[in-house]
């Protein structure tokens, strides 16, 4: 993943997305949560999970440290299931400035 860049993320469910009450996916860098999407910025479609990153977003990464991203859904009968955790480095960029 580049610094600067938008970035979408796919995670494809092993179960139906129906018995799912919420999802959060967790971008870690250093062992501190550097970004948390749930709720709307999380899209849903059939057992496909969706989430998008700003430019924004991705500057919030340091290129010096490797990224961990893990998906944590919320089920409707109360239960809890973490996915494993994803390692990924991140690319610099010369130019620090959100373009528009």
Same mark, same amino acid.
């Given at each position: 993943?580049?610094?600067?860049?938008? !970035?979408?993320?796919?995670?494809?469910?092993?179960? &139906?997305?129906?018995?799912?009450? !919420?999802?959060? *996916? $967790?971008?870690? #860098?250093?062992?501190?949560?550097?970004? !948390?999407?749930?709720?709307?910025? %999380?899209?849903?479609?059939?057992?496909? *999970?969706?989430?998008? $990153?700003?430019?924004? &977003?991705?500057?919030?990464?340091?290129?010096? %440290?490797?990224?961990?991203? #893990? $998906?944590?859904?919320?089920?409707?009968?109360? &239960? %809890?299931?973490?996915?494993?955790?994803? !390692?990924?480095?991140?690319?610099?960029? $010369?130019?620090?400035?959100?373009?528009?």
């Amino acid at each position: 993943m580049g610094r600067g860049t938008t !970035k979408t993320h796919t995670f494809e469910l092993p179960f &139906d997305a129906k018995a799912i009450k !919420k999802t959060r *996916v $967790l971008y870690s #860098q250093d062992g501190d949560i550097v970004i !948390k999407k749930d709720g709307d910025e %999380v899209q849903i479609d059939g057992n496909v *999970v969706t989430v998008k $990153l700003s430019q924004e &977003d991705t500057f919030a990464f340091s290129s010096k %440290v490797s990224i961990e991203i #893990q $998906l944590r859904v919320l089920f409707n009968n109360g &239960d %809890v299931k973490n996915s494993d955790i994803i !390692k990924t480095s991140v690319a610099r960029c $010369l130019d620090n400035e959100v373009i528009t």
